[in-house]
């Protein structure tokens, strides 16, 4: 005799904190996949070893600046979940966009195809970041709508 048992399985709303952090998060690690496959470009290891990166020479001021860059989004990980709403919203609408366009701005006369997917894929995870910190949520409002589909009026569904 089969177990025709149903198993229902909630549904956890997400604060928008952790979805923001979470699209940091992987934006960083799209960046960082791009690096790490960029070794594999043929004549990469050979510039880095004279001292020179996409026609910028290796120095103190390019390192630094390359620290900083990296350093803003991964930062953004963490004070997506604990600044206050205000300066939060604020802070990662203006971040995105401005990480978004420097992402496009360093594929200007790319040719490589994984180099612009991931490029496009990292300004499609920021423009998450800008969708969800524009739509916050207001303080007070109701998690579920009166007239929303999936107010918990209606019944769940089911997963047999």
């Known amino acids: 005799m089969a177990n025709h048992s149903v198993k229902i399985l909630e549904d956890v709303k997400i604060d ?4 923001i952090a979470a699209l ?5 690690l799209l960046f960082a996949y791009g ?11 050979e510039d880095i070893l004279k001292g ?14 390359t620290t900083v860059y990296v350093l ?11 600044l206050k709403p205000g300066i939060n919203r604020l802070a990662n609408i203006v971040l995105a966009v401005v990480y978004a ?4 701005l360093f594929c200007v006369g790319e ?12 300004c499609a995870v920021l423009a998450m970041v800008v969708w969800f910190a524009w739509k916050w949520p207001a303080q007070g409002s109701p998690i579920i709508k009166p007239n929303d589909k999936a107010s918990n009026t209606a019944a769940p569904k089911a997963i047999q």
């Open 16 to 19: 928008v904190k952790l979805k």
């Open 72 to 82: 803003i989004p991964s930062l953004m990980v963490f004070l997506s979940l604990v």
């Open 101 to 104: 366009a420097s992402i496009m």
């Open 111 to 122: 040719t490589w195809a994984y180099y612009i997917f991931l490029s496009i894929l990292e």
């Open 52 to 65: 020179t990166v996409a026609g910028n020479q290796i120095d103190q001021v390019f390192l630094m600046f």
């Open 35 to 45: 690096d790490i496959f960029s070794y594999f470009r043929p004549g990469l290891i």
């Open 24 to 28: 940091w998060t992987t934006m960083m």
